[in-house]
C-alpha cells in the first residue's frame, strides 16, 4: 500500500525565517508527487513534480524531488503570517486512475 | 472562471440517515474524485470518475456509492451514517489522469 509520511507534524517560526518541510513515500509505480497548502477547508495546489532534481519555485516557495532517496522537501523563505496553514504532500502512481495518497500534513504556524 | 463548488456547505444529520453531497467541476474538466478528510489527517482517497465511469474505488464499505453525470458534475451518496462518518468531503477535478486535481471547498459532515 502507498504511504506518505510527512515531518515535522507541526513547526512554529517567526516571521522572517526560512522554513524546510519533508515528504519522504514509498508507492508502486512512482508518477507524481504535490504539494497543496491548506488554510481553512480547500487545499490549494502549490507544485507537482515528477522528475528528480529539478527545483519548482513559485515566489518564496520552492520544492525539489529526489526519487532515488524517495523523497520531497518544500523550502519556504521569509515567511509570512499568510503562510501559516497545514501543507500536504501527496503521490500518485501509474495505475490508471488519479488517487492521491496524502500524508497527514505539517501545520505551519508563523508568529509575527 | 469558476472553480470546484461543492454543496451544502454543511449538514447536520443522525445515525442512520442518509446523505447526498454535490460537485460541480471545473469548466472543461471530465474527471471527479471524492475524498474524506478526518480532523488531523489527510484527505483518504474515496471515488475517481472519468466520462462517467468508475475508475477507481478507495478502502470505503459499500454505504459509499457515487455517480457522474453527463455534465461531468457528481454526487456522493452515503447510506446508514455513522458517527465515524463526520469528517469534510472534498470533492477535485481535473482534466485527466496525469494532471493537477484543483480542490473545491468541501462540506462538512456532521453526524450526531
Not at chain 1, 43 to 69: N, V
Not at chain 1, 83 to 111: H, M, P, Q, W
Request: include cysteine; glycine fraction near 8%.
Amino acid at each position: 500500500e502507498d504511504k506518505v509520511v510527512q515531518s515535522p507534524l507541526s513547526l512554529v517560526v517567526h516571521e522572517g525565517d526560512t522554513v524546510t518541510l519533508n515528504c519522504s513515500y514509498e508507492v508502486t509505480n512512482f508518477r507524481s508527487l504535490l504539494w497543496y497548502k491548506q488554510e481553512k477547508k480547500a487545499p490549494t495546489f502549490l507544485f507537482m513534480l515528477t522528475s528528480s532534481g529539478i527545483e519548482k519555485k513559485s515566489g518564496r516557495l520552492s520544492s525539489i524531488l529526489d526519487k532515488k532517496e524517495l523523497f520531497s522537501i518544500l523550502n519556504i523563505t521569509a515567511t509570512q503570517t499568510g503562510d501559516s496553514a497545514v501543507y500536504l504532500c501527496a503521490v500518485t502512481s501509474n495505475f490508471g486512475n488519479e488517487k492521491l495518497t496524502f500524508g497527514t500534513g505539517t501545520r505551519l504556524t508563523i508568529i509575527p | 472562471d469558476a472553480g470546484v463548488t461543492q454543496s451544502p456547505t454543511h449538514l447536520i444529520k443522525t445515525r442512520g440517515q442518509h446523505v447526498t453531497l454535490r460537485c460541480s467541476p471545473i469548466s472543461g474538466h471530465k474527471s471527479v474524485s471524492w475524498y474524506q478528510q478526518v480532523l488531523g489527517q489527510g484527505p483518504q482517497f474515496i471515488f475517481q470518475y472519468y466520462e462517467k465511469e468508475e475508475r477507481g474505488r478507495g478502502n470505503f464499505p459499500d454505504r459509499f456509492s457515487a455517480r457522474q453525470f453527463p455534465n461531468y458534475s457528481s454526487e456522493l451518496n452515503v447510506n446508514a451514517l455513522l458517527l465515524g462518518d463526520s469528517a469534510l468531503y472534498l470533492c477535485a477535478s481535473s482534466q485527466g489522469t496525469g494532471n493537477i486535481q484543483y480542490f473545491g471547498a468541501g462540506t462538512r459532515l456532521s453526524v450526531l
